[in-house]
């Protein structure tokens, strides 16, 4: 699957479509398909789950030349089935990612993801490996081989959610937190109501700074236990790749104004909320010759229709109640550092 990976995240030739991503690595990926449903030849690990995913990693057992054999730098996603919870199925997110969104962010800044399918037996030994015990329940179908971005021997990892990367249009106009910011300053006031440990939230705003020693400073925050060589390369790296200002660029075009009040159905309005939860998974390797590794994941199509309602309390919910204008009624202040709130910088 690596040579697969590495073909997925070339940028797309200017005069093809997204969808011949294959490029010959057909056969490659049917046995990979009928090897992932053969219980006998491989093995799996449960990862990690979100609301809406278990990840799993998945090796040949009893491969004597390599540690995963044709699995090496893959993870197996599948989707949970939730009471309640209706998220988009695995065709219909495969055909947003490659009809929306390799094209608009780029190929070469998203985690590549290709569908399978699993089997009712898989499934069931999936479901028995999951250390999770919720109703949700593993089902078979439509299942994803992801490419895997997780630590490896010579790199170091980082995976968070760049989330809103400029204030949200309909915000007051004497904000003072930024939506994220905000949001996290509801969260805070929430978790600590009921006796959890708090701390302050990263401003975005930060990472996409005109400042680089903003922009590294807000790094730091984000890797206090990186050397600051290596926060300084991270920094470069966004710099270059240009992930980051096109992520904020791609949430503010389709989100021009009124759109999560008046047309939160619209496609880019879609985008761009899917561009905001999305997450970032860099490879920092120890080798200072490599590149850093820098992509995008969970750019998961939402339930447009079922999510427009939680939207638009959200946003309500922070104007009314002051979050967005450090005016919340609390009886302890709730700290942020938001960049909106920032005296500026005097050189
Ligand atoms: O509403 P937000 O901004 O807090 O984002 C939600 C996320 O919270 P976060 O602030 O990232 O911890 C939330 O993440 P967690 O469950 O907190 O890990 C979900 O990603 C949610 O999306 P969905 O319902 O799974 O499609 C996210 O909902 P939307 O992105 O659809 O708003
Ligand atoms: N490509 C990857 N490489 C390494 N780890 C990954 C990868 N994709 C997912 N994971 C791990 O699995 C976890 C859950 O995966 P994922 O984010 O796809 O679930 P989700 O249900 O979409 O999450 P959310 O609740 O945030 O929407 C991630 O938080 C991460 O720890």
Redesign the pocket.
């Known amino acids: 699957m690596e040579a697969i990976w590495k073909e997925q995240s070339k940028p797309i030739p200017q005069e093809s479509s997204s969808c011949d991503g294959n490029l010959g690595n057909d056969d490659t990926l049917r046995e990979c398909e009928n090897l992932v449903n053969s219980p006998q030849k491989v093995e799996f690990k449960y990862?990690?789950?979100?609301?809406?995913?278990v990840?799993f990693s998945i090796w040949e057992s009893g491969n004597p030349t390599a540690t995963k054999g044709r699995f090496e730098g893959t993870?197996l996603?599948v989707p949970k089935a939730t009471l309640g919870v209706t998220p988009c199925d695995y065709e219909t997110l495969q055909a947003f990612h490659e009809n929306q969104v390799e094209g608009r962010v780029g190929r070469q800044h998203l985690?590549p993801q290709i569908l399978i399918q699993i089997t009712a037996e898989v499934a069931d030994i999936l479901h028995k490996k999951r250390n999770k015990t919720d109703d949700s329940e593993i089902r078979a179908g439509y299942a994803m081989l992801?490419?895997?971005?997780?630590a490896s021997p010579g790199y170091s990892v980082l995976?968070f959610k760049p989330k809103w990367l400029a204030q949200s249009p309909i915000a007051p106009k004497n904000a003072k937190r930024c939506r994220t910011c905000a949001r996290e300053a509801f969260r805070n006031n929430q978790k600590r109501a009921k006796g959890k440990m708090v701390s302050t939230p990263i401003c975005p705003l930060g990472l996409v700074h005109e400042d680089p020693a903003v922009v590294v400073d807000t790094i730091k925050l984000l890797t206090p236990e990186w050397t600051q060589s290596n926060q300084k390369r991270l920094s470069d790296a966004f710099e270059r790749s240009g992930i980051l200002k096109k992520l904020r660029e791609l949430q503010t075009k389709g989100d021009p104004g009124r759109a999560l009040l008046d047309n939160p159905s619209d496609p880019d309005f879609g985008l761009a909320m899917t561009l905001r939860d999305c997450?970032c998974?860099v490879r920092m390797p120890t080798d200072l010759s490599d590149d850093v590794e820098i992509k995008l994941?969970?750019v998961?199509k939402k339930n447009w229709e079922e999510k427009q309602t939680y939207w638009q309390e959200s946003h309500w919910n922070l104007v009314d109640n002051g979050w967005y204008t450090c005016e919340e009624q609390v009886d302890t202040p709730i700290v942020t550092e938001c960049l909106l709130n920032r005296p500026p910088l005097t050189s």
């Open positions: 990862v990690a789950e979100g609301r809406a995913n990840v993870l996603r985690v992801i490419q895997d971005m997780s995976e997450s998974y994941a969970d998961d």
